[in-house]
């Protein structure tokens, strides 16, 4: 059974839960979402299988999930991304947030979000137990696709996506 670490609103662990119960109950917890990007600056995105207990079939940031109790985010992150998309790459923490969404069937996300950023160039083998698709995609493309048909793009990604991008453009060299 995955277990999830349960944190307050300063991301201080409080506690351990089992991933569908602190998704029934909307509790908040510790979770992480990766942003590739390449060498022109376009943002690596994937579509979330059809098989997702929600959010499935839409885009999103490269990938995301919960570290595992006594695993830290950044390792979490990185197993996660090859785990997702076949490959890893170093990532750096830039910034968190904290999101709540209840979805249709019953669920909720109630999440603080940490934001790692890395750069990567190589082949992308992904797993389709995970990943339905993925696209390399022009950060002006992806703000003017959540303007005019933002139900593509899961919730997360539509609240992270903006701070991103200003992120990157505050730190650009």
Request: proline share 3%.
């Given at each position: ?10 991301d201080n662990e ?143 990604f539509r609240i ?14």
């Amino acid at each position: 059974m995955e277990k999830v670490i349960l944190v307050d609103e300063y991301d201080n662990e409080i506690g351990i839960e089992e991933k569908i119960k602190t998704h029934q109950a909307g509790l908040l917890h510790r979770a992480f979402s990766v942003f590739i990007v390449n060498k022109n600056g376009d943002l690596l995105l994937q579509q979330r299988s059809l098989n997702k207990y929600h959010s499935a079939g839409l885009w999103t940031n490269t990938c995301c999930s919960h570290p595992r109790p006594n695993e830290n985010v950044t390792n979490a992150a990185e197993r996660r991304l090859q785990e997702e998309m076949g490959f890893t790459t170093k990532l750096k923490p830039i910034f968190q947030f904290i999101y709540n969404v209840a979805f249709e069937n019953g669920l909720s996300e109630h999440e603080y979000d940490h934001v790692l950023l890395g750069e990567y160039n190589g082949e992308i083998s992904i797993n389709e137990q995970e990943v339905a698709d993925f696209k390399f995609v022009a950060l002006d493309a992806i703000e003017d696709l959540i303007a005019t048909t933002p139900e593509q793009f899961t919730t997360w990604f539509r609240i992270a996506f903006p701070r991103l991008k200003q992120w990157l453009q505050a730190n650009s060299h």
